[in-house]
T-cell receptor, first 115, second 112 residues
Framework: DAGVIQSPRHEVTEMGQEVTLRCKPI?????LFWYRQTMMRGLELLIYFNNNVPIDDSGMPEDRFSAKMPNASFSTLKIQPSEPRDSAVYFC?????????????FGPGTRLTVL | GEDVEQSLFLSVREGDSSVINCTYT??????LYWYKQEPGAGLQLLTYIFSNMDMKQDQRLTVLLNKKDKHLSLRIADTQTGDSAIYFC????????????FGQGTTLQVKP
């Protein structure tokens, strides 16, 4: 398997623009997670899905952020409108089931810069 | 809520042992993890330990857990330059199907 695939790897945009980050989880994995990593706040869980259904979105910072998972092989994280403070590395991860011993496999991340 | 703390930086010489420390606040955390992040990459699970264990060893890695003090450590024996990376400690409750709480990460620098 190719692992978790994220695109784009780098995104530079201007404040106010819409940004869409994409993720393809490992085939057969039931859980998908979106994380954000910044120097100030470290690694934060934004939202996670089980079988395409959002389970916990308490980490989503504001209404400007939205995430969808239309099918088992694709998820998006959208920021509209984007702000400079959204600049971060966004990781997608997936795991087979929800059991604590199931490894969360991380993608390479999308580095977002909002000017 | 849960809080996980780590020291930010550790520097060792190649061949020495490295010990990275972590503390957590939620006594309900029953699963504790160590992840490694290399530059420009995502996180990779190194090992995990259940709260009913005191120690777990996996090749060069030894994890020690002190439940009373809520303290977790990762020891890397015979540290190599390839071990240079950021190491994250994470905690999870058994009742929670997905949510990991991560520490800030410890940057390990290995000098030749």
């Amino acid at each position: 398997d190719a692992g978790v695939i994220q695109s784009p790897r780098h995104e530079v945009t201007e404040m106010g623009q819409e940004v869409t980050l994409r993720c393809k989880p490992i085939s057969g994995h039931d859980y998908l997670f979106w994380y954000r990593q910044t120097m100030m706040r470290g690694l934060e869980l934004l939202i996670y899905f089980n079988n395409n259904v959002p389970i916990d979105d308490s980490g989503m910072p504001e209404d400007r952020f939205s995430a969808k998972m239309p099918n088992a092989s694709f998820s998006t994280l959208k920021i509209q409108p984007s702000e400079p403070r959204d600049s971060a590395v966004y990781f997608c991860a997936s795991s087979l089931r929800g059991h604590p011993t199931d490894t969360q496999y991380f993608g390479p991340g999308t580095r977002l810069t909002v000017l | 809520g849960e809080d996980v703390e780590q020291s930010l930086f550790l520097s060792v010489r190649e061949g020495d042992s490295s010990v990275i420390n972590c503390t957590y606040t939620d006594s309900s955390s029953t699963y504790l993890y160590w992840y490694k992040q290399e530059p420009g990459a995502g996180l990779q699970l190194l090992t995990y330990i259940f709260s009913n264990m005191d120690m777990k060893q996996d090749q060069r890695l030894t994890v020690l857990l002190n439940k009373k003090d809520k303290h977790l450590s990762l020891r890397i024996a015979d540290t190599q330059t390839g071990d240079s990376a950021i190491y994250f400690c994470a905690a999870r409750r058994s009742s929670n199907t997905g949510k990991l709480i991560f520490g800030q990460g410890t940057t390990l620098q290995v000098k030749p």
